[in-house]
C-alpha cells in the first residue's frame, strides 16, 4: 500500500473510532469519512512540487486534469460536426458502422458540405449512365515472372499487425474476407495461427525485423520463409519498405507486450523488447531491391511479390524503375501507402509532417511506371483512409488498380476511434493484448460485419462508377476528377496534374521529370 493510502485508511479508521466512541449519527460518520479524505487530498497538493496548477488550487484543479483526459471523448460526441471530425468524421464513421451492420446508409435533405470550399472534389456523372456490373471485377496481380498469378477484389484489408490488433480482431477481420472472397494483408508482426485458422486469403507482408522468417541474429531467413510462404493460404507477398504515418523509422514492441505467444509467432526471444530498424539488411541499392523481390518470388514458388512504400523522393523512385528495366524483372505489385495512413503509434512530427499524401505517391508511382513502360506488367494498390466507394474511385482515377482499408476495418469489428491503440487499453477490444478487453470482441458477430462492409462499399463504388458511365476501373480516367481550386474555379485532374505517355521517360522524358530521370541510379538511392 503506498504512503497516501496508508495515511488515508489511518484517517478512516479514526474518524470511525472517534464516531464510536461518542456514539455520533451514522449520517455525520458519512459525511465526515469525505470531507477527510478531500483534506488529506488538498494538503498533498500543497506539498508537492511537480504541478503548479495543484499547488494553487488544491482540490479543484484536479478537474482540470480529469476534463483533459475525457477531451476527446467530449470533442468527438459533443463538439465535433458531422463532417469536420479527424482522423474520420461523423459522417464517415456512420456509414462504415451502417454498411457493417447491413442497415441503410442514405441522407436526407442534401449534402452538409461546402462544395464551394477550396479543395472539394467532385466525381463527374454522366449524360448516359450504365448499368451495374453484377459481378465485381478483380485485378489479376502476376507480371510475366510469377507462375502463380492471384486475383484481387477491388477493397481488401490493409497491413495490421497480430500483436498491434487482437487474436479476436485478427480472427473477425479474416474470417470477413474468408466469407467475402477478398484479401487480408497480415502485417509485419508474422504469420499467425489467427491468419491461417479462418481459411482467408492472405498477403504476407515483410518488414524491416523479417518476423516470421528471422534468423537468431535478426537477419532474413530464407528457408522458414519460402516454408510459410508455401501455405494454401499465403496468395502474394510483400515486402514493406515503409509505412505512411511514419516512413524512415522502425517500431518498437515492449518486452511487457511480448507474450510466449508473440515471442513464437515473431521469432523473437519472449519478454525482451523488440526493436525494428528503419532500414533493411537485405538491399542497401534500387538493383539489390528488385533482385530481392524476385527473390521472394522464387521462393515462394512464383506467387505475386511486390513492395509497400510511403513515397518520399521521386528521384528514388525513378532509379527502382531503372532497376527494374536493367534487371528485367519487376515486383508484380506496389501498394502506396499515403501520409495519411494510420499507425498504432508513432511520433507526432512523423505523422503530421513526413511523407507524401497518397494522392501525390499515387501520382508519383503511377506517372514513374507509365513513363518507364513498366505500367502493364506492375499493378498498383492504394492505402490511406479509403472507407467509402468514393474513397475507392478518386484512388483509382490517381492511378491505382484496387485498394486497401485498415481503420474502416477496424470500424468494421467495432473501434470507435477512441484513439488509444498505443495503450493495450482499447474499449473495445481491437488493439489490446488484454485478454479481458479483447474478450469484448465477439468473432462470430464481427466477421460477417467485415464481409458485409467490404461488400458494402465495392457495390458502392461500381455504383458510382456507373454513373459515370464507367463499368470497368480501366475505364476511369484523369478528367472524371475535378477539385475545386478557389470559390469561382474547379479543375479536372486531367488538366491540374501532368500525366506521362507510355514510355515516354525512355524517349524523351518532359523538362519537369528531365533531371530526376537523368539523375536517378539504379546503384544508389540519391537523395
Known amino acids: 500500500m503506498t504512503r497516501v493510502g496508508i495515511i488515508v485508511l489511518t484517517w478512516v479508521v479514526a474518524v470511525a473510532a472517534a464516531a464510536a466512541s461518542i456514539q455520533v449519527s451514522p449520517g455525520w460518520l458519512f459525511a465526515a469519512v469525505p470531507l477527510a479524505l478531500l ?46 471530425g479527424r482522423p474520420f468524421d461523423r459522417d464517415v464513421r456512420s456509414i462504415v458502422y451502417e454498411r457493417a451492420k447491413g442497415t441503410d446508409a442514405e441522407e436526407p435533405f442534401g449534402t452538409e458540405r461546402d462544395v464551394y470550399r477550396p479543395g472539394h472534389e467532385f466525381l463527374v456523372p454522366s449524360m448516359a449512365p450504365c448499368a451495374v456490373p453484377e459481378t465485381p471485377p478483380r485485378v489479376r496481380l502476376g507480371g510475366p515472372d510469377c507462375a502463380r498469378p492471384y486475383d484481387m477484389a477491388l477493397l481488401n484489408v490493409s497491413a495490421m499487425s497480430f500483436g498491434s490488433l487482437s487474436a479476436n480482431a ?19 508482426g508474422g504469420l499467425s495461427e489467427y491468419h491461417l ?9 515483410i518488414g524491416t525485423g523479417y518476423f516470421g522468417c528471422r534468423t537468431d541474429k535478426g537477419d532474413f531467413d530464407a528457408a522458414e520463409f519460402a516454408d510459410k510462404a508455401a501455405h494454401e493460404h499465403v496468395k502474394c507477398v510483400s515486402l514493406k519498405l515503409s509505412q505512411g504515418a511514419k516512413p524512415g523509422i522502425g517500431g518498437v514492441l515492449p518486452g511487457a507486450k511480448v507474450n510466449a505467444e508473440i515471442a513464437r509467432v515473431r521469432d523473437v526471444p519472449e519478454g525482451r523488447t523488440v526493436v525494428s530498424p528503419p532500414y533493411h539488411r537485405v538491399f542497401s541499392t534500387p538493383r539489390e531491391l528488385v533482385r530481392f523481390i524476385a527473390r521472394m518470388r522464387e521462393l515462394s514458388g512464383g506467387k505475386p511479390a511486390g513492395f509497400k512504400l510511403c513515397v518520399g ?56 511506371l507509365v513513363g518507364a513502360g513498366l505500367r502493364d506488367r506492375v499493378k498498383i494498390g492504394a492505402s490511406g483512409k479509403i472507407a467509402t466507394g468514393a474513397d475507392l474511385v478518386k484512388r483509382m482515377v490517381q492511378g491505382a488498380d484496387y485498394g486497401n482499408a485498415a481503420r474502416a476495418m477496424m470500424f468494421a469489428v467495432g473501434c470507435i476511434q477512441a484513439q488509444r491503440c498505443h495503450t493495450n487499453t482499447c474499449p473495445t477490444g481491437v488493439t489490446t493484448q488484454d485478454p479481458r478487453r479483447a474478450r469484448a470482441l465477439d468473432v462470430a458477430d464481427k466477421a460477417p460485419r467485415v464481409r458485409r462492409f467490404q461488400e458494402a462499399t465495392v457495390a458502392g463504388a461500381l455504383q458510382i462508377m456507373a454513373s459515370m458511365g464507367v463499368t470497368d476501373p480501366a475505364e476511369l480516367r484523369p478528367h472524371m476528377l475535378h477539385r475545386r481550386v478557389d470559390p469561382c474555379t474547379e479543375r479536372s485532374y486531367a488538366e491540374l496534374y501532368e500525366w506521362l505517355a507510355p514510355g515516354q521517360l525512355l524517349a524523351e522524358p518532359p523538362a519537369s521529370w528531365a533531371a530526376d530521370w537523368q539523375a536517378a541510379d539504379p546503384d544508389r538511392f540519391t537523395v
Not at 499547488?55 to 468527438?76: S, T
Open 39 to 84: 483534506a488529506l487530498l488538498g494538503s498533498r497538493d500543497l506539498l508537492q512540487r511537480r504541478h503548479s496548477v495543484l499547488r494553487n488550487y488544491p482540490v479543484l484543479g484536479h478537474a482540470r486534469y480529469l476534463l483533459e483526459r475525457i477531451r476527446p471523448e467530449l470533442q468527438q460526441y459533443f463538439i465535433e460536426r458531422n463532417y469536420d
Open 170 to 188: 485478427i480472427l473477425a477481420l479474416n474470417g470477413g474476407a474468408a466469407a467475402g472472397g477478398f484479401a487480408h494483408d497480415t502485417g509485419e
Open 197 to 205: 485458422r479462418p481459411g482467408g486469403d492472405l498477403v504476407w507482408e
Open 313 to 368: 523522393s521521386r528521384r528514388q523512385f525513378l532509379a527502382v524503375c531503372k532497376a527494374m528495366l536493367e534487371e528485367g524483372t519487376a515486383p508484380d505489385f506496389i501498394v502506396v501507402d499515403g501520409a495519411e495512413g494510420g499507425t498504432g503509434a508513432a511520433p507526432l512530427e512523423f505523422a503530421d509532417h513526413v511523407g507524401a499524401p497518397l494522392t501525390e505517391g499515387l501520382l508519383t508511382v503511377h506517372n514513374a
